[in-house]
């Protein structure tokens, strides 16, 4: 019987582990969505690249009383989760990774209301792609 009672809590010990592993972390910033009240809606960048034009987009949510953002290019594949979302003065400053084509590439924006819109700086794979952009309202 006690073999029995032991083999049961390690396999519940297991399910527990499994499904912490396998389950999508559910992470936030711990920025209060009142300190960002300006940038909330869904935005869009128009890019002028080397490679051509491109198209991000930017979302920009309250999530349970805190700032939640998607950033990416759609025509690329889906957009990526941002969690690390902090003020400084009056921009908003965002940090994330994306995949690219199975890399991983670091992007950081710093963007800043401007009348009905928003100016972003953009800096991506440590500083190798640096751009400025303005965001306009999705339609």
């Known amino acids: 019987m006690r073999f029995m009672h032991v083999h049961a809590r390690r396999l519940a ?3 527990v582990l499994v499904a912490a592993v396998a389950s999508p972390a559910s992470a936030q910033s711990q920025l209060d969505t009142s300190e960002a009240r ?10 002028t690249t080397d490679m051509g034009p491109m198209n991000l987009q930017l979302n920009i949510r309250d999530q349970a009383g805190k700032v939640g953002a998607q950033f990416g290019a759609p025509d690329l594949g889906p957009l990526a989760e941002v969690t690390d979302i902090t003020k400084s003065g009056e921009a908003l400053l965002m940090s994330l ?4 084509q199975g ?20 800096s991506a ?4 792609f640096v751009t400025t952009a303005r965001a306009t309202r999705a339609s």
């Open 13 to 15: 010990l297991c399910a």
């Open 38 to 47: 300006a940038f909330l809606g869904d935005w869009v960048m128009n890019l």
């Open 97 to 100: 990774f994306i995949d690219a």
């Open 103 to 122: 890399q991983s590439i670091d992007v950081a924006l710093s963007i800043v209301p401007d009348g009905d819109g928003l100016n972003v700086d953009l």
């Open 125 to 128: 794979a440590g500083g190798s």
